[in-house]
């Protein structure tokens, strides 16, 4: 029996979801649509199967097929990356980085990462309410006043403390990131690099961001943001990697499995195999690159709109809106934003002299409305319908004629 006739009340609300990822913009970085192909593996019979172990080495019978489809999904992100190994069983990016402290570290070693207000991530080393920050002995830098990280400080925090693990790779950070500098410092402390290019994966496989690969050990990523797969993760292991530990690979499979997880999810990693495939495409090139244009587009309009941006811009998908200026807090502006159709984040910028709850910036990305098909046009107007939002924020009038048109803009472009 269809979902419909089964329980139409869910029916019902998966479909007024559908229609408000149809009628609005999403502008939330991290945020994404898969392709119908991804979606059809992800709701398949897959999901019905338990396969502990990895190919050839499972704990269950009945593995003829997800074996092969596993093993589709590890050669896949293996050529696409340029590594030796591959993982695809992580449940999402936070596990995928657990497999890797697990594989590496003692409880309570030092692991260092940027600082969750600069730009990084809850587990890369938040204190005292996370795994990372509680088990581990965390060490937080931060970008500089200027927003940009800080190589210089970073090396001489790391050759203070002298971490077993250095992580880079970030979730509010608009400009390159110089892994060779990470590599010299990590070389210096003889600590591990892991970069977590979770936001930045299909720019990366498509050339439009440096690649982490010569320089990391390892690499975790999500498959959800610019590759635009399904929820789920990887764990690549480097050439690097392999040369500094050969067992390497084998201690980052045992941390997964069974180290942290049970059964993988063998639909998402035959979304994983899907999204794999399609991100080798030209096109696929194409579209990362249009990521980064429309950011570029959009970072322009912004500022001729007056608004300030954290490090004046951007060179990769993202944008963070410093809103001090315009005497509003990204929490505010964030719900005004969604008002007219336009759904970002509200964020903290570096030395936010706010609380993350009502902070002072908004964070944007490009990579769905790109998606999409939108281009430089679309994002000069989305960038006036900014401006008017947050101007006319105390008229519902307003923000409804906004939203009407954000939604007719849509419409020109179907999911
Ligand atoms: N939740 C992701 C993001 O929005 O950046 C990071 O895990």
Known sequence: MSLKNTDPKLAELIKKEQQRQQETLMLIPSENYASEAVQQAVGSCLANKYAEGYPRRRYYQGQAYVDQIEQLAIERAKKLFNVPHANVQPYSGSP????????LLQAGEKIMGMKLSSGGHLTHGHPKITFSGKFFQPVQYQVGKDGWLDYQAIEKLALKHRPKLIITGYTAYPRIVEWQKFSAIAKKVGAWLMAD???IAGLVIAGVHPSPVPYAELITTTTHK??????GAMILVTQKGLQKDSQLAKKIDRAVFPGLQGGPHLNSIAGIAVCLKQAASANFKKYAQQIVKNAQALVKELINQGFELVTGGTDNHLILIDLRKQGVDGKTAAVVLEAAGLVVNYNTIPYDPNPPRCPSGIRLGTPAVTSRGMGELQMKKIAHWFKQAIDSRDSTKE?????KEVKALCRKYPL
């Open 96 to 103: 995928a980085n657990a497999a890797v402290y697990m594989a």
């Open 197 to 199: 290019i979770s936001h």
């Open 226 to 231: 610019t590759l635009r797969g399904p929820r």
């Open 399 to 403: 923000l409804d004629k906004i939203k």
